[in-house]
């Protein structure tokens, strides 16, 4: 049946095809307004922001019927399409036939008053139905595909990296733990311990917090991959800019340094940006009315311009030199706080920026240890309005510099044999890094929580839906 | 550095172009023969199923190093391709450079010699640099975009289904429980059971084993949507079709039939497997080699004939005139088993088919009961070599006899608010599946273990890498 029924989209983009032609419809009632003998309905059938307006009178069996219909009401609708220029929509059904298909509540809660994002939230299964969260989730969908579009477009090979781990040294976060044992009851070792021995994956699991190790394995194998799968984080974040699950794309390339990474990190992001606002462009002007004025401006900027590209120790001297009062004051050697970050981005740059060649004290164990002895290869790209939005390095190729460097942070390297298997085997230089999803969603679309991005958000105390 | 090393598969696919000009490429040594005054070594860099070749001599200063580098060591070489016509490759590279990046050792493990796929999965970090498992996951890379790509062309929004559920009710199988306690030492609640109250989500959360009920949220707001994600299954089952973690693609249609819903599974795995047959001819071939003979004639098959449909009723009958003798005898209200799907699929129909209108009693509440109120408007796909493929229903639509289906099967409705508003507040005819992800891979390449289609495949007792 569905082919029966034409998306609104079609009918819009290529409406002279469709004009002075009867076709059928089926969606669902944003509003309507009714008189005694004629009306108007806005029926949003889905595959569009913008709805379709409907045309009915008295000639209508049902006309009285359709007239009382709760909005989102879903209803069918047979009648000729007519171009109405000069209008405030290019184009309307008149109808010569409406079945009702499921009629709706009047206690529907997505009446024509603005809501707060808040309780929006209580009732993520209508949400989606909203202007906002049609356009948020439908610029989601066209972002995760322009990601892979990037990727595949370039010969990368997608790799599914595990969701699951048996190891709990990834280090970029607290982990949930996974199990199957019966937690009123568990089984005990001798001295008392629980048995995890006994459950499901004969060890300690738990959910991961990053795909980079296992994708250095698919990249030293296919030179160039990415990564795009949720990770995890257990923390016990209430901010508008974390939640306990989201998406992350992780790409590592081979035979390329954090030069090439800088790049492959800036062309991707201009590319999806380009990618939604040609793919949505509706979607975006809402965005730029309505969340966000300045935003297609600042996304138009992005994509013209070139980014900055500054060291950790050059930004330390410019946050310095400005004089500007921060909350945690700035010295050689401290990490970089969001207040700093976005007085880069925000205040000093007005554009993206990448900071590289961080203190190694403050990185990671696998970033590549530069000549100085202190610094390593990492680089951070930071956006206006968002902050961090890219972290990554240049891995460390070296066998004994990994090793010098695991065993000054106390790692055990046995937990890593098959990442050093990794440098012994034929290594290369190599980078990567990981974008946050829904952080490039949030920038894209100018909306402030990330509750908001995710269509059914994890937080803590918080998994419904 | 990466732009100066060109693609093997580039120079491979434009070797006019690239005929006698000095090229770089850089990758890791399949394998060398040298000889005292030349050599050649089979460079695969990761781009390209196919290797290099590189033909050395004792021009170069370091020719002798070379020639003594073990398998795997990764090198950068600069050198004149030419074109070899009527040898076995079609190209190689005359070299004037070679730099060594970094040298394997001589411990590596895959030597030319075959090895077990049981012994593969424990060096799952270096397996896909073999033909078998950089063919298996290449495929499995472009199949995932080809269905990303099949969808969004046809305008559906991909939906991120949460991978965390507070729900246990979505009774497809056995959950992982997640949890941030103390499992040494749990709160506990006064009647001495753990409380989940102080749990991280504030309640008991488990890992999804379906997004579907989430899925049909997004249809009712975006007419056709699709998540592609992974799911879980805490099932202790040691067979090679079945993974504690897999990746599932959840289609879900509205305005839409049980018809629509096999046509569009059917148009969607001729789709994928064009699409690969096409982008990764060199691959398919290979598997056609040496993992199973007849698979691009099989696949070729499917691709150019309807699926068959039929009823379960008429499957029963068949089966039991077929007169063969299964090991679970067949009646009408018996699950098939996979006995029965593969002999209908791979003996009777020789070909894809779909089984249509299950009983009620072997399916799950969301079905669309038929007006017999014996069958529900569930399908099935089988498919020759690994029987069913693809799952899917027509979803009940109405409030009243999902609800009474519900209380007749034990449900409680308080746990399906949302899934029940859904039918309130505009319910439409709909319909979805889901698909295997990992079952598609294994009939598009012939492998006959889920394990060796997931690049760190999760099982019980395993969650290695």
């Known amino acids: 049946m569905q082919k029966e029924f034409l998306e609104v989209k079609d009918l819009y983009r290529n409406k002279e095809e469709y004009a002075g032609k009867t076709v059928k419809v089926a969606g669902w009632i944003r509003t309507s307004r009714m008189s005694k003998n004629f009306g108007f309905i806005e029926l949003n059938d889905g595959s569009f922001f913008k709805n379709m307006q409907i045309v009915l009178d008295e000639k209508l069996d049902n006309f009285k019927e359709i007239g009382k219909l709760p909005i989102s009401s879903s209803i069918l609708v047979e009648g000729e399409l007519v171009l109405t220029e000069g209008s405030k929509q290019p184009v309307e059904i008149h109808a010569t036939n409406i079945v009702v298909e499921g009629e709706s509540d009047s206690s529907y809660p997505l009446q024509k008053k603005r809501h707060t994002m808040e309780y929006l939230r209580t009732i993520a299964h209508l949400r989606p139905r909203s202007n ?67 459950d499901f994956f004969g060890k300690e699991a738990n959910l991961t917090v990053s795909g980079q190790l296992n994708a250095e394995i698919m990249a030293l194998a296919f030179r160039n ?176 510099v990994l090793l010098a460097r695991m065993e000054e942070m106390g790692l055990n390297k046995e937990d890593y044999w098959w990442y050093l298997e990794l440098r012994k085997y034929g290594t290369a230089t190599h980078s990567g890094f990981g974008l946050g999803f829904e952080r490039i969603i949030m920038y894209m679309t100018g909306m402030s929580n990330i509750r908001d991005v995710i269509p059914f958000p994890r937080t803590p105390k918080n998994a419904e839906f």
Chains 1, 2 share one sequence.
């Open 132 to 198: 906002t969260f049609s356009a948020v989730f439908r610029v989601r969908s066209l972002a995760a595909y322009a990601i892979h579009k990037f990727f595949q477009d370039r010969n990368f090979v997608y790799a599914h990296s595990p969701i699951i781990t048996g190891s709990d040294c990834e280090g970029a976060g607290e982990m949930f733990r996974i199990t199957t044992l019966d937690l009123e009851n568990p089984p005990k070792t001798e001295d008392g311990k629980i048995d995890y021995s006994q």
């Open 225 to 400: 991959v990415y990564t795009f799968g949720p990770t995890f984080r257990a923390e016990n974040s209430y901010t508008g800019r974390h939640a306990s699950e989201f998406w992350m794309i992780e790409p590592e390339i081979v035979f390329a340094d954090l030069e090439d990474n800088m790049e492959l990190a800036e062309d991707m992001i201009k590319y999806v940006i380009n990618y939604v606002m040609e793919n949505a462009p509706e979607e975006m002007q809402f965005f730029n009315n309505f969340i966000d004025k300045g935003l297609l401006e600042r996304l138009n900027n992005v994509v013209n311009s070139d980014f900055i590209r500054i060291t950790y120790t050059k930004a330390v001297e410019l946050l310095i030199e400005s004089g500007h009062k921060f909350e945690y004051p700035v010295e050689w050697g401290c990490d970089l706080q969001t207040e700093h970050e976005r007085y880069l981005t925000e205040e000093i740059y007005k554009a993206p920026v990448f900071v590289t060649d961080y203190p190694k004290d403050i990185k990671a164990f696998y970033m590549r240890m530069n000549e100085d002895g202190k610094t390593v290869r990492a680089m951070d790209l930071l956006v206006p309005g968002v902050g961090e939005i890219v972290g990554g390095s240049q891995r460390e190729e070296r066998e004994d």
